[in-house]
């Protein structure tokens, strides 16, 4: 019996399932924390050469391709928000709780802290981004808020102190580069 490609594609996506490596939250929290500084450490020098060089701006913003603080606080959390609506509660609520422990160490902070600092820069997004949900927009009018790029435009968007919509549709594709792939994730792995 010769199988056709679509049951051919069936079993290798039943023997995918079945032979996912399994890992632990612990485990999931280290690889999420560490893939995503790993990225922002690497990214943000490309990050600040585009916004250095876009024409958008009518002074240029010299933004320190070593300065990626607040980018991977941005990074960090936009994809934090995006837990909720990858795993189901319980799961969310087990890989942010370590996720705060973990970080917390790492900032020299306590867990508490920690969470009131991600509170304070989930707020700033929310209102720079209303009434709009999309975490991508809202990372990308967070870095212009904290690099304070308003100052570096021309004088109708800084008087209005809001983004340039041309340069914010180019920040957007590049902030695209810095969201989490859940699903290349999960093809791989199985949380247990």
């Not at 679509?6 to 929290?29: C, E, H, Q, W, Y």
């Not at 996720?99 to 802290?113: D, P, R, T």
């Amino acid at each position: 019996m010769v199988l056709t490609s679509s049951k051919t594609l069936n079993l290798s996506n039943m023997f995918g399932s079945i032979l996912k490596k399994k890992v632990s939250s612990d485990k999931l929290a280290n690889v999420f924390i560490n893939g995503l500084f790993d990225a922002t450490q690497n990214g943000f020098p490309v990050l600040a050469e585009f916004i250095n060089e876009d024409a958008s701006f009518s002074t240029q913003p010299d933004i320190d391709p070593q300065d990626h603080h607040e980018f991977s606080l941005i990074v960090l959390i936009g994809n934090m928000n995006l837990l909720e609506s990858t795993f189901d509660g319980e799961q969310a609520f087990e890989v942010e709780r370590l996720i705060f422990e973990k970080l917390s160490k790492a900032y020299g902070m306590s867990v508490f802290e920690f969470k009131s600092m991600v509170k304070d820069y989930r707020h700033l997004m929310n209102r720079l981004n209303h009434p709009s949900k999309n975490v991508v927009y809202a990372m990308s009018k967070t870095i212009f808020d904290k690099y304070t790029l308003y100052n570096f435009q021309d004088e109708y968007f800084r008087r209005m102190q809001v983004p340039n919509p041309l340069f914010l549709k180019r920040m957007d594709e590049m902030m695209e580069n810095f969201i989490w792939d859940w699903d290349a994730f999960f093809k791989k792995y199985k949380v247990d």
